[in-house]
């Protein structure tokens, strides 16, 4: 009997090491992951408002043109923004205004839904006042935005009605 509890013994020395070594092996692939991870590309807050700006200024032809299909695009390309700018961007002390964002985003939405061109025009203006409030309260009023007098690509018609 001694034998045999011998036996059982190593065996279960023998399994424990084995998941041991299983657990140090996945722990050193998770570390390893983590380190790839931190060292992946990020956007910044730079490159986020960069592409707001560009769907600000085609969001002001569309509706200019009352093409209300690409407005709404781009409406919801400036939402998918500063959604991505809430999640990848939460170590920047400006996060804590964006806020100040939604309801004039809502109010352009309700304007597009409604193809109200005076509607859209009112609801953009105060966007883009926002916009400069934001960058004002965040110490960055050096940069004002403003309604756009030329489309910000030349290959693209923005009064297809489709």
């Not at 996060?95 to 100040?100: E, S």
């Not at 939405?109 to 193809?115: L, Q, R, V």
């Not at 883009?128 to 004002?144: D, R």
Request: hydrophobic share 30%.
């Amino acid at each position: 009997m001694k034998h045999y509890a011998k036996i059982v013994a190593l065996y279960l020395l023998s399994a424990c090491t084995q998941q041991n070594d299983k657990l140090i092996s996945l722990q050193n692939q998770v570390d390893s992951l983590q380190l790839k991870l931190n060292d992946s590309y990020k956007p910044g807050l730079g490159e986020f408002m960069g592409n707001v700006q560009v769907h600000h200024s085609k969001l002001w032809f569309a509706g200019k043109n009352q093409n209300w299909k690409l407005a709404g695009f781009e409406i919801n390309e400036i939402k998918e923004s500063f959604d991505d700018i809430k999640k990848y961007c939460t170590d920047r002390p400006e996060i804590k205004d964006i806020g100040m964002i939604e309801q004039p985003l809502q109010n352009i939405t309700k304007a597009i839904e409604h193809k109200n061109l005076n509607e859209f025009i009112n609801s953009y203006t105060v966007l883009t006042t926002t916009c400069n409030s934001c960058h004002k309260a965040t110490n960055h009023g050096f940069n004002v935005i403003t309604t756009p007098k030329t489309p910000p690509f030349s290959n693209q018609n923005y009064s297809l009605h489709n």
